[in-house]
């Protein structure tokens, strides 16, 4: 069976530090894999979705950036955070013919 | 393109009672649509989804939804709500042959569970 993971669970980050979340998917091959952000109170932002390796589409202009150096590894970071981009991160995987969308465990990350 | 609305940000039922949870869709092909449940500190799990084969849908944990084309809705129901239903539910649409893969979600409904 599939699944999904993401580190770190949680991290607290200082106003313009830098920022490297991964998201790792188990179990198939060649997944479709999406970054969102959902922030206090508020729906799911999709930020980037990647259909295959060095393969990035970006939804939202920010100062955040995804790359995709493996085939089931998908990583999102930041050369300087912002307030801003404090909120819960969840990767997602699909494939298949519909596609459907399965998140790993997220990431909450707070920026002071 | 494509949208979701989810009406009512927040539903409070009785335990026991039933579990009305609204979601209109506007999408220019016929779409996929999906719900999923997020508890808290919790990543996102599908409950169910409708991709053009039966118009109701059962999924997990005994909630269902029908697609009604006529009223450009996705409706998810349970006839008994239970304490462990309580959480936040998202309704998202897809619009197949499009070239987007990406799903659009709704901004959510948090259900509360009174006891």
């Known amino acids: 069976s599939q699944t999904i993971h993401q580190w770190p669970a949680t991290l607290v980050q200082p106003v313009g530090s830098p920022l490297s979340l991964e998201c790792t998917v188990e179990g198939t091959s060649n997944p479709n894999l999406y970054w969102y952000r959902q922030a206090a109170g508020r729906g799911l932002q999709l930020l980037f979705y990647?259909?295959?390796?060095?393969?990035i589409s970006s939804e939202v202009p920010q100062n955040l950036s995804a790359s995709r150096p493996q085939d089931r590894q998908f990583i999102l970071s930041s050369k300087k955070l912002l307030l801003s981009d404090s909120g819960f991160y969840l990767c997602?995987?699909?494939?298949?013919?519909?596609?459907?969308?399965?998140f790993g465990p997220g990431t909450r990350l707070t920026v002071l | 393109a494509q949208s979701v609305t989810q009406l009512g940000s927040h539903v409070s039922v009785s335990e026991g009672a039933l579990v009305l949870l609204r979601c209109n869709y506007s999408s220019s092909v016929p779409p996929y649509l999906f719900w999923y449940v997020q508890y808290p500190n919790q990543g996102l799990q599908l409950l169910l989804k409708?991709?053009?084969?039966?118009?109701l849908v059962k999924g997990i944990n005994g909630f269902e939804a029908e697609f009604k084309k006529s009223e450009t809705s996705f409706h998810l129901t349970k006839p008994s709500a239970h304490m462990s239903d309580a959480a936040e539910y998202f309704c998202a649409v897809r619009a197949p042959d499009t070239g987007r893969r990406a799903l659009t979600f709704g901004s959510g409904t948090r259900l509360q569970v009174q006891p």
């Open positions: 409708y991709t053009s084969a039966a118009t």
């Open positions: 990647s259909v295959g390796i060095g393969q």
């Open positions: 997602a995987w699909s494939g298949g013919g519909t596609d459907t969308q399965y």
